[in-house]
């Protein structure tokens, strides 16, 4: 193909896609979170000046941008971000039979209240988890809600995590696994003075926790799946339940 320089016309160089297509493209990746109507209703063009949401969506595909929910994630602090650095540094050559010793725990609150929309974003792959396509979440969700902890409901503090959780459930199973490492998150009943004097007395090893740290835990593999099965069971007209996982933790 000649140039513009040997034929005077630009009708004979290459194109790396429509003006329109290009559009399209740059605007999401710009924009994850923009929406493809709202680019439908905006998008600039002469020969096709009113376009669909689909054509929007059959653009980016081509583009390899495929829509799917955010990754929700903790706002961590810089501080958090460093522990939790460290903390998988320290323990990055733990084999399984390391992980096997450790007894992992957890609380899981119920909210009675949920927002119904559905958020989308555009990605391409290998970026669902980059920072323009995660959604930051506030631990501290709205409306009522109901705390479990193997059984518990209702609110736990320090005494009542003594008393009616260690004492008579995880102490005597870790008693019987002497090998055993109990895990707990940093919430505040976990790490009061009372606690800790507790589990040092009966000779029970903690492992230690980067704060903010739910994404750590196994155990909230099993809270998925048994939200699931609660929404499931929840009746249509039900306002719904939603898993805030891990709650008030630290």
């Known amino acids: 193909m000649k140039s513009t320089w040997e034929t005077g016309r630009t009708a004979d160089c290459p194109r790396s896609g429509r003006p329109q297509d290009r559009y399209i493209q740059t605007s999401h990746l710009r924009d994850s ?3 493809a109507t709202t680019t439908a209703r905006v998008t600039p063009g002469t020969h096709n000046p009113s ?18 929910g955010p990754v929700v994630r903790q706002v961590l602090t810089r501080h958090q971000q460093q522990q939790r650095r ?17 007894f992992f725990t957890d609380g899981l609150w119920f909210c009675l209240t949920r927002g119904e929309g559905r958020i ?4 391409r792959r290998n970026e669902r988890y980059t920072k323009a396509c995660t959604l930051e979440q506030d631990r501290f969700g709205g409306g009522g809600s109901v705390m479990v902890w193997g059984g518990m409901s209702g609110n736990l503090n320090a005494v009542r995590y003594r008393e009616d959780i260690l004492l008579p459930h ?16 940093n919430a505040t009943s976990h790490t009061a003075r009372s606690v800790r004097d507790f589990l040092q007395d009966r000779n029970v090893r903690v492992l230690p926790w980067p704060g903010t740290s739910l994404n750590f835990n196994p155990i909230e593999h099993i809270w998925n799946l048994l939200d699931q099965r609660v929404r499931a069971r929840a009746p249509q007209k039900c306002p719904g339940i939603c898993t805030c996982l891990g709650g008030r933790v630290g």
């Open 33 to 35: 979170y923009r929406m």
């Open 120 to 123: 989308h974003i555009y990605s």
């Open 170 to 185: 995880v102490v005597p199973f870790l008693q019987a696994h002497p090998d055993m490492t109990l895990q707990h998150d």
């Open 51 to 68: 376009i669909s949401a689909q054509n929007v969506c059959n653009r980016l595909k081509e583009a390899g941008l495929r829509a799917c």
């Open 86 to 102: 460290l903390w998988a540094q320290s323990h990055h050559r733990w084999t399984r039979h390391d992980w096997q010793k450790v």
